[in-house]
């Protein structure tokens, strides 16, 4: 069945380093490919998808591109700030029925100033 | 416009005790789902439903009941609140079915004792 392999936590950076956050999925089809960010005590937000093979998602300086060849949709930044610490999930959708997602295990980043 | 919002926040129950999760948008929305969330587990699908009157089992549905009372509300019922059914539940929803972004409530976190 599908799923989405996601990179362990936590993740610990300073203030402007670059973050990579890894992402791998199976499918049978051709998936859309998202990123949610969860915030302290909140639920979940979109971050950014892609959803065919070499798209590229981008919001508030972060991004992933949809690579077929490799299954991957890994996350970057080039210049983290402290605001961006939350979790990260990974997740992916077939598109069929009802649209259901399946999430990574999800990254946990905390940036220090 | 609230979009997804969840009742109680916070819920501490004894074992055999039973509960039903609120969820409500505001949205417009066709599709709606119920996940639970765990540590080192990324969110799983409880139930779903695709559009009012339907109803679906995700990926652990035992042990929970859902109720698409019309097209704003879908509640998830506990009948027999278990330990391992500790866990913090997120409502979503998505307009149509397709490559579409889910939109989450903040979530209710559920001790079961």
């Known amino acids: 069945g599908d799923s989405v392999t996601q990179m362990e936590g936590p993740v610990t950076l300073s203030e402007e380093a670059f973050l990579t956050i890894n992402c791998t999925y199976t499918a049978t089809g051709y998936p859309s490919l998202f990123w949610y960010v969860q915030y302290p005590g909140e639920g979940l937000q979109l971050l950014l998808k892609?959803?065919?093979?070499?798209d590229k998602g981008s919001n508030k300086g972060f991004e992933a591109t949809y690579r077929k060849e490799t299954t991957s949709f890994h996350l970057e930044k080039g210049s983290v700030q402290v605001s961006d610490s939350a979790v990260y999930f990974c997740a992916l959708s077939d598109g069929s029925g009802a649209n259901n997602l399946f999430f990574g295990t999800g990254t946990r980043l905390t940036v220090i100033p | 416009n609230a979009g997804v919002t969840q009742t109680p926040k916070f819920q501490v129950l004894k074992t055999g005790q039973s509960m039903t999760l609120q969820c409500a948008q505001d949205?417009?929305?066709?599709?709606m789902y119920w996940y639970r969330q765990d540590p080192g587990m990324g969110l799983r699908l409880i139930y779903y439903s695709a559009s009012e009157g339907t109803t679906d089992k995700g990926e652990v549905p035992n042990g929970y009941n859902v109720s698409r009372l019309n097209k704003r509300e879908f509640s998830l019922r506990l009948e027999s609140a278990a330990p391992s059914q500790t866990s913090v539940y997120f409502c979503a929803s998505i307009r149509t079915s397709g490559y579409n972004e889910q939109f989450f409530g903040p979530g209710t976190r559920l001790t079961v004792l």
């Open positions: 892609a959803t065919k093979a070499d």
């Open positions: 949205m417009n929305h066709n599709s």
